[in-house]
Every structure is written in C-alpha cells, then in structure tokens.
C-alpha cells in the first residue's frame, strides 16, 4: 500500500501525518507528504528545502519530538501528478478548491478536516498532532 498525506505548503499537517503514519505502521508500507503549493506565507518557495531551516516549523518539529519522531531533516516537497498516480489513498486536509485539476475528482482521495497549525502556538500544534494520530489509527 502506497499513502500520500497533502496540506497546503508540506511544512505541517502532511508531514505530522507521514511521520505519525510511518512510526504506527513500523514502515510496513510506503507514505510520503506533499502540499499542494511550495510557498511559504511570505511568497517564498520552499520545495527543497529542510524543515528545520523553516522558522514557522520550530512547532511541528518541537510536538513530533515529544513523541519520539525526528522531522527536523524532512524535505518540503510539492505534490505532483505521478505521486497520486502512485498511491493507493491519499488524504487531503486542504479545502478541494484548493487542489490542483490533476487530483480533483480522483477516487483515491480522501478529505480530513484538520485546520492548518502555521503560525499558532505550541499547544495549537500538539493539537493537530494528536488529531492527526488519532484519525490515522481509525483509519
């Protein structure tokens, strides 16, 4: 089974999501995260680049570690066509008018309401992660 988790940017939701996701399976199968755009609030393009060299992600590293994941070297990817070609489910926690044509109206997909952390605090960031981690142990 091939997962693929996608937020907006892959500097939050997507990548808790992947790292919850893999350390619940014991890497049994493939996931990987992308977000749908590669640009930071400030209009800056972040594909390629490590999460810890992000300020804004200071949270989502600091809350995963906690729980005994390491992101801090993860890589801000941006979602294309042959990664959804590729997976088998994918979850989606951006809102559908924001997604690109190529995965609208795609069987795989499924929508997770998880409000985007960036910018929140600490706590809002723990939040997400354990809502995250709950839906992917129902799932």
């Known amino acids: 089974m091939n997962v693929l988790f996608v937020c907006k ?5 997507s990548q808790m999501a992947e790292a919850i996701f893999r350390q619940l399976t014991k890497g049994k199968y493939f996931v ?4 749908v755009e590669s640009l930071g609030n400030d209009g800056k393009n972040l594909e390629g680049m490590l999460l810890k060299d992000r300020e804004s992600s200071k949270y989502v590293i600091e809350c995963l570690k906690e729980i005994g994941i390491d992101v801090s070297n993860n890589i801000i990817k941006k979602l294309t066509p042959e990664m959804v070609e590729n997976s088998d ?3 989606v926690m951006v809102k559908s008018d924001t997604i690109p044509e190529f995965l609208k ?8 309401n998880i409000e985007d952390p960036d910018g929140q605090t600490l706590e809002n960031h723990r939040q997400t992660r354990d809502k995250i981690k709950n839906m ?3 799932f």
């Not at 990987?32 to 977000?35: D, H, K, R």
């Not at 109206?105 to 997770?112: F, H, I, M, P």
């Open 9 to 13: 940017s892959n500097v939050g939701r």
């Open 105 to 112: 109206e795609n069987d795989k997909v499924a929508y997770w």
């Open 32 to 35: 990987q995260s992308a977000g």
């Open 136 to 138: 992917i142990k129902n």
């Open 89 to 91: 489910i994918i979850f």
